[in-house]
């Protein structure tokens, strides 16, 4: 077991676990002065939040293999949700077990540090086998739905979520202010205080609605809002966690603002096609996996890229 977590990251998880604190103080002295109050949805968010933070701090603080595999099970997790929420024929069970492998050799090019095969894995070798799979079945009913299905499942519960593990081996050298981990932090911290800084602001000024059809919640006031509060955070994490400068700090939250509320309408989007509310019910208060990846699905590859073409 290896502990030696860069002192910043430890100062920053201390700052989060602060925040949920005052949090949960908060939700108790509500419940005690108010006790008509309906707050239990919030109650839940809260204790979920303890949870989702505490595995994740384990994770970070052990050494990197763990936190690999933890980015991998979340991985496979997001997966099988995404494919019991979306119809699949039986004829695909196959194919499926192929996808699982994949996402399992995913992760195997990136504890191995292969970036080559780690970047065209899923978008090129599993693009071109999944339909060569299905052909071989020989079911042709349902076969471009079933190829759309697993590729872009594939693309948006692994690849997207994937960057987070590579984010996480780049060279310390690169990073003097915590390497890899320091980095996560700063994007996951960052994508989910984005998503509740939007909240706030759209419950608070919101108007003017940005996609009433696909997420009637999300406004106009809200998004500059989250923007305007990320990106303040992003500038002032950034000597902590970060080798960014002022210029890079602040496209840094620009990016992650607004790749965060794309990829919350695209999962959205999705919902809503499939009739439901929630992909899950794995985190009570928050639905499923997919709920809170949502974000991080547009924010990882971007944010990687963008820290990758910077500083390594």
């Known amino acids: 077991m290896n502990l030696g977590v860069h002192q910043n990251v430890l100062i920053v ?42 595995v994740f701090t384990v994770a970070m603080v052990l050494n990197r293999m763990v936190s690999l595999i933890f980015f991998c099970l979340v991985s496979v997790l997001a997966f099988r949700e995404y ?11 196959p194919v499926l077990l192929w996808a699982y492998l994949a996402i399992l ?20 070798y599993m693009f071109l086998f999944v339909p060569l ?17 697993l590729q872009w499942g594939l693309m948006i519960t692994v690849y997207t979520v994937s960057h987070l593990a590579y984010l996480l081996i780049l060279p310390d050298p690169g990073n003097a202010r915590g390497g890899g981990p320091a980095l996560v932090l700063y994007l996951v911290f960052l994508t989910q205080f984005n998503d ?29 809002g ?30 992650i603002a607004m790749a965060g509320f794309v990829g919350d309408i695209v999962i959205s989007a999705l919902k809503r096609d499939l009739e439901i509310k929630d992909s ?33």
Not at 105 to 124: D, H, K, N, R, T
């Open 133 to 149: 799979r299905l052909v071989l079945i020989g079911e042709t009913k349902g076969f471009l739905r079933s190829v759309g299905t």
């Open 83 to 93: 494919v019991s929420l979306v119809p699949t024929r039986r004829e695909d069970r």
């Open 13 to 54: 998880i201390g700052g989060i676990f602060g925040i949920l604190i005052v949090a949960s103080a908060t939700v108790f002295f509500l419940k005690r002065l108010r006790p008509g109050i309906e707050i239990g949805e919030i109650e839940r968010r809260v204790k979920s939040w303890w949870v989702m933070v505490i």
């Open 196 to 224: 509740v800084a939007q909240f706030l602001w759209g419950k608070a000024l919101g108007r003017h609605k940005v996609t009433p059809r696909v997420s009637p919640n999300k406004t106009v006031e809200g998004l500059l």
């Open 280 to 312: 899950g019910t794995m985190l009570p208060g928050h639905g499923g996996i997919l709920d809170r990846l949502d974000s991080l699905t547009y924010t990882a590859p971007l944010f990687f890229h963008f820290v990758y073409y910077t500083h390594y």
């Open 226 to 255: 989250g923007l305007a509060t990320t990106v303040l955070l992003a500038w002032l994490l950034a000597p902590w966690l970060t080798p960014f400068d002022l210029r890079e700090s602040l496209i840094a939250g620009v990016l």
């Open 105 to 124: 050799l995913q992760f195997f090019w990136i504890a191995y540090e292969w970036y080559g095969m780690f970047i065209i894995w899923i978008p090129v």
